[in-house]
């Protein structure tokens, strides 16, 4: 009863954070420099005569006042109609839908494989505290941290894919070929092994930072020595009780990363030319493609506030003190 | 070495252990050869102040040092050599023969699992038993430790209990496998004292029951003189005493022994009654000097004692008590006669021919208490007229907003529900009460820290929730606050002086040069040297920090100065002397202290008046003499009852004060005290509120049946007798 209502009160505070979020979304574009009409016609503003500026303007319903402009806003996202592409006259939904899937083959993969790597070296390296291997990892991982994406991609390809021709350096599939069932996933396969590997290496050091230094103040604890004391093996305190508790911090950062993961990575897109959700939202950007803008941020900011809930409520489960 | 034939039932036996953790090129000496032993269903305690080396001997009986440790010596379990095992054959050890149960019962239990899975696991560890057969056996062991519905409770978690009934879980974890021996590590050190009786006599029961061997590590002589059957002391890492536990309370032999004894606040001694105190501090680790320990600090010491080390020798040939003293000899014959359990005796105190070494030669640092400068403890009840009042509180209220949802808002938590309490110029009050009570609310609301819910706090004709920012900060010159810990209440960047003269600077009081000179005039009020101010907090031993937060509080001249458990965390040696600083700071600088303690004989020991503190509420307060002679209120006769009496010849066991307090969100209707009350009358006690009234003069009491406990009560105890 009392959990119930807590869980009430707390989606209302996420219902409160979305609508800032949504009312951020209309409003940010809007603050940007420059006019979107050049782009919308095709030519510099200067060029047009103020007739066809106010057609184009009216046909993109921008001479509506800005409230008129932010209820039709509410009531387009109420009807999961988010309009059409200033540029491409694609509708938003179909654009999004399109590049999701492959933002987050890419993403889902490296936070898997990220999340893995860097729970099991984090936790190790802590339990060999001062050991060459943990003092080699933790240098290593903090150069990882600061190495740049574009520089790790374009690294791979002119190694991988230039020089080895071993795998394919751009795109999600081999155009203009027709594949299906199994060679089509091996293509994607081939295709996505780049960019998810630069991803994946380049998101390993948070989680291993992280989930060293949980396991480090872990292993100070009380009930450590108490485990040990009981006769436990090695493995059984190692797994039982260091690195479950060890996880808890653990499991908010991958959360919070998952969220994330819906909004792309621009920069591995770019690199890789891959059709994801990152590099349309950069397109649109450049382009200052206003509908495009506020439908992939829109995308990423119910992502985000998804993975909030979910840490928030897998924490109780982890973490029996948190419990109402 | 011990020179005693080795007894047949000897179980576990320690044999020149030294243990020396070595890190980055410094060596630390933990232990520096301890031999000690625990026979079959025996009970051993082993007593020393931080430092001595305690824990990490039974830490490596465990064989769970940390890997910088070089061990020496032998640890022999029955027949097998411990130091000379495999870890897995260790393994196989711990938990199963040897069970332990750790301090603090909050940090040693995993806060994840559920307690029958962590009784479970150790069952499991050792035997090959389905999951369902050790939670059912996890269940028995709850039941067996007293936890109440243990079946329902087994798969709470932690967080879920109570300190003591945690302790509870614990101990049913380390018996989980049926051990010979079971270590207890300061076992009750985190508990209230109501709490510590109850642990005692369970474990004491369960050995009992199972012919168990216990080690009851511990630093308090009180408690280890209820439960053990021998004991012995450790200082800097060697034993310097050992023996009967009569033998050892009623003759102590070596010096450092008979000054613990001394050293120690006791419920039992003459009111009124000066502590020793023990000079200087322990030496450092790092060094390995070739004579005796405890040399630099003893009254005793002659040139052989810096010399050579003495050994560990019965004083009897063959007989169980054993002393590594060169003296011995000498100081039995004197020490016959020390009745060291009455305290205060002078005898093993610098006599004719043993003139007291000068303060040069002792080696000891800063820190060190000059005996001449002991203050008079505080005088016996007071007959002259009330000195006038410093600070005021009438019917304070402080109530925390409870946990509840953003609309509505849960039953506040009453901290402190209608307090009504003055400090007296120049005198202490002290208060006491079970964890909980409320009695350091009460503290900082009086200092302005804490918002008040109703209510009044006057410092003379000024009410401190009418008062302006200004009015306020003036206020807080006028009344400091010393903490429990001075390692966390002090800024660790910063040197020792600019610590004290902080709240100079804060104030705007004189120039920098000023300051500094005011700091090294404080540390000197505190008896420290200037010197040390160039030092940092960590580089200070506790004692020495404390001091230090003293003479911060000094900084601006108060006139109330109030210390929330301000020698909990130090050694019994080291409290001694903080108590005669503050008694002697009162006296010079007429102070009002407010003393804050869970251990009711520094209570009494330091105050002049006392308050019983229960639920947010006083149940009694008046004279100390009054209190702790002739106490009214059944609360504070079960808070007295549960304190341990250092006396082996006097275990009387009274029945401890049942259970914990209720919560402070809904306190039990009428006296808030019924429900663990062996006196409540239903139909009156469960009712009504028992008001605060003054049932005889000076001595206020809320209790209804107060009239009639005292008339049915039997003989006076002889320990409340020896009072006032």
Known sequence: ?324 | MVTAPPRVTELLAIRGLRVTFRAAGRDVHAVRGVDLSVAEGETLAVVGESGSGKSVTMTAALGLLPENAEVEGSIRLRDRELLAMDERALRSVRGAEIGVVFQDPMSSLNPVHTVSRQIAEAIRAHSDVSRGAAHARAVELLGEVGIPDAKARADDYPHQFSGGMRQRVMIAMALACGPRVLIADEPTTALDVTVQAQIVDLVDRIRRGRGMSVIWISHDLGVVAQIADRVTVMYAGRVVEQGPCADLFDAAVHPYTAGLLRAMPRLDSPAGAELEVIRGSLPDPEAQPEGCVFAPRCDHAQEECAAARPTLLPLVAGGGHAVACHRSGELLDHGRVVPARLGGSPTLRAGADNPRPSGAVDGAPAGEAPAAAAAPAPPPAAEAPAPPVVVALDDLRVHYRGRGSWRRSAAPVRAVDGVTLDLERGRTLGLVGESGSGKSTLARALLGLEKTSGGAVAFGDQVLHTMSAVGLRDLRRTAQMVFQDPAASMNPALRVEDVVSEPLRINRRGSVAEQRVRAGELLEIVELPRELGRRYPHQLSGGQRQRVAIARALALDPQVLVCDEPVSALDVSVQAQIIRLLSRLQSELGLSLLIISHDLAVIRTIAHRVAVMYLGQIVERGNRDDVFGRPRHPYTRGLLDAVPVPDPHRRSRPVPLAGDPPSPVAPPSGCRFHERCAFARPGLCDTTPPPLEEQRPGHWTACHLADEIAASSTAPDPARSATG
């Open chain 1, 1 to 324: 009863m009392n959990a119930r209502r807590l869980g009430l009160a707390r989606l209302g505070q996420y219902a409160i954070v979305l609508v800032v979020a949504v009312s951020l979304n209309f409003a940010l574009p809007r603050l940007m420099p420059g006019s979107p009409l050049a782009l919308i016609a095709g030519v510099e503003v200067g060029e047009m005569t103020p007739e066809e500026r106010a057609a184009v303007t009216a046909d993109a319903g921008l001479d509506e006042p800005l409230v008129v402009q932010y209820l039709t806003y509410w009531k387009s996202i109420l009807t999961l109609d988010f309009g059409y592409s200033f540029r491409q006259g694609t509708p938003i939904e179909e654009l999004v839908l399109d590049r999701l899937p492959w933002t987050l083959l890419l993403t889902l993969t490296a936070l898997v494989v990220a999340g893995a790597i860097g729970i099991a070296l984090g936790a190790f390296a802590a339990w060999r505290r001062g050991s060459r291997w943990d003092v080699g990892s933790l240098s290593f991982m903090i150069a990882l941290e600061s190495t740049p994406q574009f520089w790790l991609g374009m690294l791979f390809i002119a190694l991988f894919s230039v020089s080895l021709g071993w795998l394919p350096s751009f795109g999600a599939t081999t155009p203009g070929v027709e594949l299906s069932g199994l060679a089509w996933a091996a293509d994607v396969a081939e295709h996505a092994v780049l960019p998810v590997l630069t991803l994946s290496i380049l998101s390993i050091p948070a989680v291993y930072l992280s989930m060293r230094y949980s396991t480090l103040s872990v292993l100070g604890e009380d009930y450590i020595r108490t485990a040990q004391a009981k006769g436990l093996r090695p493995r059984a305190v190692m797994l039982h009780h260091v690195v479950r508790t060890a996880l808890l911090p653990v499991t908010t950062v991958l959360a919070l990363r998952l969220g994330w993961a819906f909004g792309g990575t621009v920069v591995i897109e770019t690199v890789f030319s891959y059709p994801g959700l990152g590099r349309l939202m950069y397109d649109a950007v450049s382009a200052r493609d206003y509908p495009v803008m506020q439908g992939t941020f829109l995308v990423f900011t119910i992502a985000v506030l998804l993975a909030n809930l979910l840490a928030d409520s897998l924490y109780p489960r982890l973490d029996p003190r948190t419990r109402v």
